[in-house]
């Protein structure tokens, strides 16, 4: 791996998904039938590994639920540094964020804007009606508002483009701010999550359904 990417070391190596693979029979796309129960204690303690071998500065988890982190909590010798969730205006995760702001763990916001295009994505976050109003009332465009939001969360807020101009726009946003009222109008915004993680239930499977996969937290 190192040398594919051409490092030393790591600053920050996640589980992607709480979900494991038959070993030996990873392909991709894989098949519903090869995936299996993560076995969090074991998996953990091998991330940890990794710390103490210098193979990576930090670890971490990503698409946890409060109730998953619980577990990893309850034997790491070295706490999760991060969870990488997908978190926009539409997908605040509330409840997800003031929990691992009690146990230290930082929130990283994947799909800020909603992936608007991508397989796992929506178009509800920027073409929400709240959000256009804020944007066209102060001058910044949709995807400013919704990044300077989740920066006003205190999470770190990983948004993706090719587009030049986009990358610029993008990070257009430390200069200005939300008004209380703004963030009241964005509180108050219907939650729908994007990615509700279909590819990893199956009759046969750890989750049989949604609600099992992100333990209710949907
Ligand atoms: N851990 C996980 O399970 C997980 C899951 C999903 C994503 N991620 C990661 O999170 C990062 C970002 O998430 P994402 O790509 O899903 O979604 P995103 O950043 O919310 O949306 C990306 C889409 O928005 C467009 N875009 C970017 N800036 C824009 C702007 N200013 N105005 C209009 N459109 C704009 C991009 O198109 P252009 O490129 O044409 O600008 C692209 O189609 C990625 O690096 C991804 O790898 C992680």
């Not at 038959?22 to 091998?46: L, Y």
């Not at 702001?101 to 994947?110: L, N, P």
Request: aromatic share 10%.
């Amino acid at each position: 791996m190192f040398r594919n990417l051409k490092l030393e070391y790591l600053d920050l190596y996640l589980i992607h998904l709480p979900v494991s693979m038959k070993p030996d029979e990873f392909t991709f796309p894989f098949a519903k039938e090869d995936i299996i129960a993560m076995d969090f204690k074991s998996v953990w303690e091998a991330m940890e590994e990794c710390v103490e071998l210098g193979l990576t500065k930090a670890i971490g988890v990503s698409n946890f639920s409060c109730k998953k982190l619980e577990i990893i909590l309850s034997t790491a010798k070295i706490p999760p540094a991060v969870n990488q969730v997908e978190m926009n205006p539409v997908w605040q995760q509330k409840k997800l964020r003031n929990f691992c702001d009690e146990k230290g763990i930082i929130v990283a916001a994947y799909s800020p804007l909603g992936a608007n295009g991508a397989l796992w994505g929506t178009n509800r976050v920027m073409e929400c009606n709240v959000i256009k109003d804020i944007a066209c009332a102060k001058g910044k465009s949709i995807a400013q508002i919704c990044l300077r939001w989740a920066y006003e969360q205190g999470v770190v807020v990983i948004v993706k483009s090719f587009n030049k101009e986009r990358m610029k726009e993008n990070l257009d946003i430390f200069d200005w701010q939300l008004t209380s009222e703004e963030l009241h109008q964005i509180n108050q915004i219907p939650q729908q999550k994007a990615f509700p993680a279909l590819e990893f239930i199956h009759s046969e499977g750890p989750y049989t359904t949604v609600d099992e996969f992100w333990d209710g937290e949907i």
